[in-house]
């Protein structure tokens, strides 16, 4: 049975509490469904830009105050915007917890976005985005997700916004973002580490039980519609289509002399029921050991990546399924080659029992690991409040993935890992396209 405690405030804000008398240290994981997909069109990048905001002033503390508070009791602090979400992290000792939960408070929702900060975070955004626009590894997962998802759709923009959208962001962008988004109703408090349970969860109610914020569940979502399978109280996600062909993009960047590859798929949203044996699926064609089947014909036969693996995201949203690599230019084709030809193995000839056997005991054992160290053990039961799993979510998955067969991820395979219902993304020096097909 899991020792995490959890109440439901009046505003609707939930609070984990997991403790851990091994370290006499707090992680402090704060969720918010405030992330890029809800970005408003035209100033995509918003949702990152709050977040980097967020500390830069709140309430009636200037960022400096706000900042040498945390650097005065050690307190490790970051704020970032993922797709779905906005997530504020702290590692701190635990007798600091109560003054930095009130910094927290304070931080989420009286943000006062001074225009001078503004600024420095827009010119730092904009760099950012121009590093970002020269690395042929962002940029291959960029231009797949700009496939993968069409126009309009809440994941077809980069997280980061791109050049326009951000340099046309302003101060009351930001604040109605935050107005909006940053609300108690949804939001998860999780905790871990060197406390009594019943006093952290007075003490969050304490701290936290006075915030209130728009509901801002009637606000314009970022779909038409969800799936049967949508997270309860969340925005839908609208599923995409697939592809109707295999698609191929290739994208020259001057004066590189690697690679990368991204080869992607339609992939499945976090309630999908077959997400047990999607984790196996990926585990064995491009995880397990030095990178499963791909690592095994790419890397270590053939010689010819940098790296080779699979993955997904599986959120609010169906993300992306995966296949990535890097690779020497005179090698994308044979590597592209290799890809197919091992995805196309797994699909029509299935698994290995030692394989479905190797996987399902090495996922199975890294979840309990998961739960060792605070930072993550926090981040894990948020993870799982967020999507409506529920906290003993952690302790059911290792079950779920060691009753997962051979043909439930045969089944998988052929559901998502469809070649010609894909997208492959090369990006690097100038190579003809007419190459990759």
């Keep these: ?26 992680a402090v994981r704060l969720v918010l469904e405030a992330g890029a997909a809800f970005d408003p069109p035209g100033r995509e990048g918003t949702a990152a830009l709050v977040a980097d905001l967020l500390d830069r002033g709140a309430g009636s503390l200037a960022g400096e105050a706000i900042a040498s508070f945390f650097d005065d009791l050690g307190v490790a602090y970051a704020a ?4 779905d979400t906005t997530e504020i992290e702290l590692r ?15 931080i989420a929702a009286e943000p006062t976005f001074p225009e001078t900060e503004i600024r420095r975070e827009k010119d730092q955004a904009l760099t950012a985005i121009a590093e970002r626009d020269q690395d042929t590894a962002a940029v291959a997962e960029m231009e797949l997700h700009a496939v993968l998802f069409p126009p309009g759709h809440p994941y077809h923009h980069p997280r980061l916004g791109r050049r326009d959208s951000v340099t046309r962001i302003e101060r009351l962008d930001l604040a109605a973002f935050h107005r909006a988004r940053y609300r108690p109703g949804g939001t998860i408090l999780s905790l871990a580490g060197d406390f009594d349970p019943a006093r952290v969860l007075d003490l969050a109610t304490r701290v936290f039980g006075s915030w209130t914020g728009a509901d801002g569940r009637d606000l314009g979502t970022p779909g038409a519609r969800g799936g049967p399978t949508a997270s309860p109280g969340r925005v839908p996600i609208p ?31 976090r309630l999908a029921p077959d997400l047990p044996a999607v984790l196996v699926l990926n585990s064995i064609l491009g995880e397990f050991g030095l990178g499963g089947r791909l690592g095994k014909a790419i890397r270590d036969r053939a010689g010819l990546a940098y790296y080779a693996y699979s993955h997904f995201t599986a959120g609010l949203g169906a993300g992306p399924f995966v296949v990535r690599a890097g690779v020497a ?11 197919r030809r091992t995805i196309t193995q797994i699909v029509r000839r299935g698994v290995t029992p030692s394989e479905l056997r190797d996987s399902r005991q090495a996922l199975a054992s890294s979840i309990p690991r998961r739960m060792e160290t605070n930072p993550e053990a926090a981040a894990v039961l948020a993870d799982a409040e967020f999507h409506g799993l529920g906290i003993d979510y952690p302790e059911r998955l290792p079950g779920l993935i060691g009753k997962v067969t051979r043909n439930d991820v045969e089944d998988s395979a052929r559901t998502y890992l469809t070649p010609g219902r894909s997208v492959l993304v090369v990006a690097g020096p100038a190579m003809e396209k007419e190459a990759l097909s």
């Design 329 to 339: 230019p005179d090698g994308v084709r044979r590597a592209i080659d290799l890809m």
């Design 92 to 106: 701190l000792l635990s007798r600091h917890l109560s003054g930095v939960l009130e910094r927290v408070r304070l």
């Design 1 to 26: 049975m899991s020792s995490a405690r959890q109440i439901r405030l009046d505003n609707d804000l939930v609070v984990i509490a997991r403790p851990n008398r091994a370290a006499r240290s707090v």
């Design 80 to 83: 970032s915007a993922r797709r």
């Design 239 to 269: 599923d995409p289509p697939a592809p109707g062909k295999a698609v191929v993009v290739k994208r020259s960047i001057a004066g590189k002399t690697q690679a990368d590859i991204a080869f992607g798929f339609r992939g499945l949203r």
